[in-house]
């Protein structure tokens, strides 16, 4: 039985906890502006909010996935690509939240972007610990 790469299985389940939570919360922010929409109607342009709502909603599920994607995997080297793909992917939407803050009239500060690369970062080493082992055998 292969030895299982616990750096992989730990941020995998770290990922799993921000995904969960972020999902919860995601689903708040967009009924929160679809009862905006409702009470203001036309009045009001939360175009950029609802968008915003909605990423950071699959950027959650992504996490989530990646998270799950991880912890299975973690004892499985030749499934290291998969996992590489899905923290790309978070961090892809780490890095898009940041843009979008920025992009809405924010300031776009380098410690929220450091700080949500964090764990995508870490979990990626653990994937490219696996690919390096899957090569090794």
Do not use: D, H
């Amino acid at each position: 039985m292969e030895k299982s790469n616990g750096f992989l299985k730990v941020t995998g389940i770290l990922m799993i906890i921000g995904g969960g939570l972020g999902i919860i919360l995601g689903i708040i922010a967009v009924l929160g502006t679809s009862a905006l929409v409702a009470a203001f109607g036309a009045e009001v342009n939360l175009g950029l909010l609802t968008f915003a709502a909605i990423l950071s909603l699959i950027g959650a599920a992504v996490s989530l996935a990646a998270g799950i994607v991880g912890v299975a995997n973690a004892a499985k080297p030749a499934k290291a690509m998969v996992c590489i793909v899905f923290g790309i992917l978070t961090a892809v939407f780490s890095v898009l939240g940041n843009v979008l803050t920025a992009a809405a009239g924010g300031s776009f500060s380098v410690v929220n972007l450091i700080l949500g690369l964090a764990l995508p970062v870490l979990y990626l080493i653990g994937a490219f610990q696996n690919r390096n082992r899957a090569l090794a055998m």
